[in-house]
């Protein structure tokens, strides 16, 4: 399925202020609960002005329609059977920050390293966040990402997202070992069509990239257990 002439994509970048976690939820993803002393608010404050000239948020989506999924490997196939088609899409918001946070670690600036990395990681997933919200709006479509299936198929599903969207037209590449690079960036697919609903998420939200913050976990209902 190596460069479909089927394929139709597009892309966008925004500005890095759009993507960027407030001081709030910095706090919180950062553990710390109690009142910040002034010195380190002030770190604090200046990594996010500094994270805004580090980001290049861009994401790029590609779509598959149904006649084309018997091209997809069998347990995919299967997966995605019964609906429309298949939005792939990557986001990243570059390698700048990623640099910048492993100067700091380099110069034992361990403080303002971890902050400007967990700033980087937050504002990837809110990112891929804003570009799946967009995209379900105009497509009634589903997230699901490699990795969600039961039967484990982030490998397999990584590798076909990357066959099917041309990442490297905004710098992504995937390495051998399915990893993407730039280290901050996301990928994920968005199911078109009335079954889409069925396929679920089989890993805990603790261990998410998108920090719990999907649309399964944010719909789902008081009675449900822990994620």
């Not at 892309?11 to 939820?25: F, K, S, T």
């Not at 910040?36 to 000239?53: G, P, Q, Y």
């Not at 299967?78 to 700048?96: D, H, P, Y």
């Not at 041309?166 to 993407?180: F, K, S």
């Amino acid at each position: 399925m190596q460069n479909p002439k089927y394929l139709t994509f597009d892309m966008v970048r925004l500005e890095g202020a759009h993507i960027l976690p407030d001081m709030d939820v910095l706090d919180r993803m950062s553990g710390r609960r109690q009142r910040a002393n002034a010195k380190l608010a002030h770190i604090k404050d200046t990594i996010l002005a500094e994270a805004a000239e580090l980001v290049e948020p861009v994401a790029v989506w590609a779509r598959v329609e149904a006649e084309h999924f018997s091209s997809l490997p069998g347990t995919l196939a299967r997966s995605f059977s019964g609906n429309e088609a298949v939005l792939g899409a990557v986001c990243t918001i570059g390698e700048k920050l990623e640099v910048q946070s492993h100067n700091y670690f380099a110069r034992q600036e361990y403080i303002r390293g971890y902050f400007l990395d967990l700033t980087g990681t937050l504002a990837v997933a809110k990112l891929a966040q804003k570009i799946a919200e967009d995209l379900r709006g105009q497509y009634a479509a589903v997230h699901w990402a490699p990795g969600d299936d039961p039967d484990d198929l982030s490998l397999k599903a990584q590798r076909l997202l990357f066959d099917i969207v041309p990442a490297h037209q905004i710098g992504v590449r995937l390495t051998e070992q399915n990893v993407m690079v730039p280290v901050k960036s996301l990928s994920f697919f968005l199911i078109i069509g009335a079954k889409a609903t069925s396929l679920q998420c089989s890993i805990p939200c603790i261990q998410c990239a998108w920090n719990g913050m999907c649309d399964k976990r944010l719909q789902r209902i008081p009675s449900e257990g822990p994620a």
